[in-house]
């Protein structure tokens, strides 16, 4: 398996995007919607699952896109192709504050392990397809559910997870308990499985959930400060139409200014 060699830069800090390099036909993998800008000479196409399965037949490609579909994801994924005779970017933009990981898994084993909805895209050659959990606690409580998405080849990578990353390499036998949304991917030989927070005043009002996520190496492990999901609710609980209340800010009138302006 040889995935195409492309070369990256990362742009800003907590609203990142990533420039691709391309030579003249390589090529980038990357989901529906991830595009950001692209320049002239870049040809777009829209394949079946991630297109490593083109030379499969119809049946390859159906299985591939049905895999896709079990991780929650799209059907299909875009393939970005350099058609000029000189090296071309093209861009992808995070889809929501945090940080932009880029992993190179010719030296992670050649496979990856990550949540379903973290990667962003890839050099053409990456396979991305997906992971049962083995173990039924983990598969239930685990937060991801039975299925993760696994990054397989020897070429680039780039995931996105929500507010500061942090890579802990774990010795073996080294366990992490970690909260179960906030584990954003992990090497292959790290073992996960899920551990019951203790007592049941802890429980139901520690506010940290039933469960934590445990991972033990050997292996590596990535972490995020901030769950889109722990952002969202925290976004849905402060919107007045779910019961939030406005705070005024920017205006000395506060709630009286909003009621001038014709706001309820």
């Known amino acids: 398996m040889n995935a195409h060699e492309i070369d990256y830069r990362l742009y800003g800090d907590d609203m990142q995007f990533v420039e691709i390099e391309l030579d003249p036909r390589e090529s980038v993998i ?20 991630d297109g490593s399965s083109a030379g499969k037949g119809l049946l390859g490609r159906l299985v591939g896109a049905g895999k896709r579909l079990l991780t929650g994801e799209s059907l299909f994924m875009t393939v970005f192709t350099n058609q000029g005779s000189g090296k071309r970017r093209v861009a992808f933009a995070a889809p929501y504050p945090g940080k932009i990981i880029p992993v190179d898994l010719s030296e992670l ?4 392990i990550c949540q379903k909805d973290s990667f962003l895209c890839a ?23 039975f299925i993760m ?12 997870a929500g507010g500061t ?6 010795q073996p036998g080294e366990k992490l308990r970690i909260d179960t949304g906030c584990l954003v991917a992990m090497t292959k030989d790290v073992d996960y499985d899920i551990e019951y927070v203790g007592n049941i005043k802890t429980a139901f009002f520690g506010g940290e959930g039933l469960f934590l996520a445990t991972v ?14 722990r952002l969202a609710d925290r976004v849905l609980a402060a919107a007045p139409s779910a019961g ?17 302006d014709g706001d309820d």
């Open 244 to 260: 939030g209340r406005s705070v005024g800010e920017g205006s000395i009138l506060g709630s009286i200014g909003d009621w001038l």
């Open 30 to 49: 990357a989901e529906a919607g991830a595009m950001m800008m692209m320049e002239d000479d870049i040809a777009m196409e829209t394949v079946f699952g």
């Open 216 to 229: 033990t190496g050997p292996g590596a492990v990535w972490v995020q400060s901030l769950p889109f999901s």
């Open 109 to 112: 084993g050649e496979k990856l």
């Open 165 to 170: 990353i942090q890579r802990r390499e774990l």
């Open 123 to 145: 050099a053409k050659g990456v396979s991305v397809g997906i992971e049962f959990q083995r173990k039924l606690g983990a598969g239930f409580f685990g937060g991801e559910g």
């Open 149 to 160: 998405q696994k990054l397989e080849g020897d070429g680039l990578a780039f995931l996105h």
